[in-house]
């Protein structure tokens, strides 16, 4: 059985830093193209940052130069390192792992920044 587990989520003001953590079991996350993803309150969920198998990375443009994404394999975790976050940095955020047909979603951490 395939479970993600995020956690590091919380209250922060802006200008703060927060990590976020996905936690795997049932899968390799070395072998998944994995992901962050984040819902704000009436929007649609958005891709915030990505690393493939291959240890590629990508991110949207709103968070470039201020999140990293990173693996490790031996912890079989993904995490996301926010700084300098933002009000609209706010939402629910998602890890994802994808390979060929499975795609599996954690339950999600809540974010909020505070102005």
């Known amino acids: 059985q395939v479970q993600l587990a995020e956690s590091g989520g919380g209250l922060v003001q802006a200008g703060g830093s927060l990590r976020l953590s996905c936690a795997a079991s049932?899968?390799?996350?070395?072998?998944?193209?994995m992901a962050w993803y984040r819902q704000a309150p009436g929007k649609q969920r958005e891709l915030v940052a990505g690393?493939?198998?291959?240890?590629?990375?990508n991110y949207a443009n709103s968070v470039k130069g201020r999140f990293t994404v990173s693996r490790d394999n031996a912890k079989n975790t993904v995490d996301l390192q926010m700084n300098s976050l933002k009000p609209e940095d706010s939402g629910v955020y998602y890890c994802?792992?994808?390979?060929?047909?499975?795609?599996?979603w954690g339950q999600g951490t809540q974010v909020t920044v505070s102005s």
């Open positions: 049932g899968i390799s996350v070395s072998r998944y193209e």
């Open positions: 690393i493939t198998s291959g240890a590629t990375t």
């Open positions: 994802k792992a994808a390979r060929w047909v499975a795609t599996y």
